[in-house]
């Protein structure tokens, strides 16, 4: 209920800014916002050890999209991270993406959190999503619908296959050969 909340007034207060005119204060310049002490550390060390991460956030960074970053469990029969649509407010479009941090080791919530900064660039070169609806049809344009419409979600090949880059990158493991990566003495 705190993180909803939590989320309710920054994008209350982005919107009210942006409705200003106002710029945001240097702090929160970047287009992925964690709003958690867990997610602060997880967003961290995610640009820290995976390119394919950094890149995706620099990415977004010249997008009108702002990717919201919070942390909670989630149902049993649904995916450990999702991306929901929040809003679209003077030309910015806002997502959430939220992250049970603790059902996985650090390198696995490192690959869930690029999968959904993958779908928020999915969204980003998308400009006609401006809602759920429209991110639904979106996904059943470019993904499939998976599960029902109360305990479900929409996925594509490309946020799945850039999950599984990245774990192939933290593991040092490249994909044409599958061997390891070692650089130096192990």
């Known amino acids: 209920?705190?993180?909803?909340?939590?989320?309710?007034?920054?994008?209350?207060?982005?919107?009210?800014?942006?409705?200003?005119?106002?710029?945001?204060?240097?702090?929160?310049?970047?287009?992925?916002?964690?709003?958690?002490?867990?997610?602060?550390?997880?967003?961290?060390d995610a640009i820290a050890r995976s390119a394919i991460v950094k890149g995706l956030v620099d990415d977004l960074g010249e997008t009108d999209v702002v990717?919201?970053?919070?942390?909670?469990?989630?149902?049993?029969?649904?995916?450990?991270?999702?991306?929901?649509?929040?809003?679209?407010?003077?030309?910015?479009?806002?997502?959430?993406?939220?992250?049970?941090?603790?059902?996985?080791p650090p390198w696995e919530l490192i690959a869930w959190l690029g999968h959904e900064l993958q779908h928020a660039m999915e969204i980003a070169h998308a400009p006609e999503v401006r809602d759920s609806a429209t991110l639904a049809a979106l996904y059943r344009r470019i993904g499939w619908q998976w599960g029902s419409d109360t305990c479900g979600g929409f996925e594509s090949d490309e946020a799945q296959a850039t999950g599984r880059r990245i774990s192939y990158e933290l593991a040092g493991i490249t994909r044409k050969t599958g061997s390891p990566i070692f650089r130096g003495t192990r």
């Not at 989320?7 to 204060?25: E, F, H, Q, W």
């Open 1 to 44: 209920m705190r993180t909803t909340f939590t989320i309710v007034v920054m994008l209350a207060l982005a919107t009210a800014r942006a409705a200003a005119g106002a710029p945001n204060p240097p702090s929160a310049q970047t287009h992925v916002r964690a709003l958690t002490g867990p997610t602060t550390g997880l967003l961290a």
């Open 67 to 104: 990717v919201y970053l919070t942390e909670g469990t989630t149902r049993e029969r649904q995916a450990h991270a999702y991306l929901k649509f929040l809003s679209a407010a003077a030309g910015t479009r806002y997502v959430v993406v939220r992250i049970d941090c603790w059902r996985a």
